[in-house]
């Protein structure tokens, strides 16, 4: 068993480390607004569940040198984003979303998605995905890198309206064979749902 102290490596050398290990991860697919109306779309994977009451999740946005990303300076400056879930039927398009485009270009009109509006907020949602959640901002907190520097945005978000297609839900589940979610890897690589096995929690 190698030890690593990662005091004693790059921050490079530490991020291949963390997304070759904590794997698979969901991809939130985020649509979010500029305070101009420009529309951003992007995939995170640093994302999870917080809570259930009320309903919140956590998605985690680098920053680059310090300085906010899109996702991050929209959600943080008007209040409000969609979380689409990453499925299999439009994994190829949320791809091309993540190119570098300047803040006044949409990646959805890139990757040739289409917009939904929501019911509680001002950002829309796409189409194309099977579940995508409305959010307001619940909290953001910067973390690591320096106080004048932080390395991240952990954005909380409130999830306000649910949107699920009605071939995936179940006696009040969701069928995960249906959705077909797609996970995140380490590199250029996806996985998508493998073989499932069932093991009874102890009393």
Do not use: W
């Not at 607004?33 to 992007?42: E, F, I, K, Q, T």
């Not at 309903?55 to 920053?63: E, H």
């Amino acid at each position: 068993m190698l030890l690593i102290d990662p005091e004693t490596q790059t921050e490079r050398e530490n991020y291949k480390l963390l997304i070759g290990s904590i794997i698979p991860r969901p991809i939130a697919f985020i649509t979010s607004l500029s305070r101009n109306g420009v529309l951003n779309a992007a995939p995170y994977s640093y994302f999870n569940i917080v809570t259930a009451n009320p309903p919140m999740i956590s998605v985690s946005i680098q920053r680059k040198n310090g300085a906010y990303k899109d996702t991050a300076r929209n959600i943080i400056e008007t209040g409000s984003f969609v979380v689409h879930i990453s499925d299999e039927s439009y994994i190829e398009a949320i791809n091309k979303t993540a190119a570098n485009l300047p803040p006044e270009e949409s990646e959805v009109e890139l990757a040739k998605l289409t917009l939904v509006p929501s019911n509680k907020i001002n950002t829309p949602g796409v189409k194309e995905a099977k579940i995508r959640m409305e959010c307001t901002l619940e909290k953001n907190i910067e973390l690591g890198g320096s106080p004048e520097a932080p390395a991240c945005d952990l954005i909380i978000g409130k999830i306000v309206c649910f949107h699920i297609a009605e071939e995936l839900i179940e006696d009040g589940r969701i069928d995960a064979y249906q959705l077909k979610p797609v996970s995140r890897l380490a590199g250029n690589n996806y996985s998508s749902l493998g073989e499932q096995f069932t093991i009874e929690r102890p009393e």
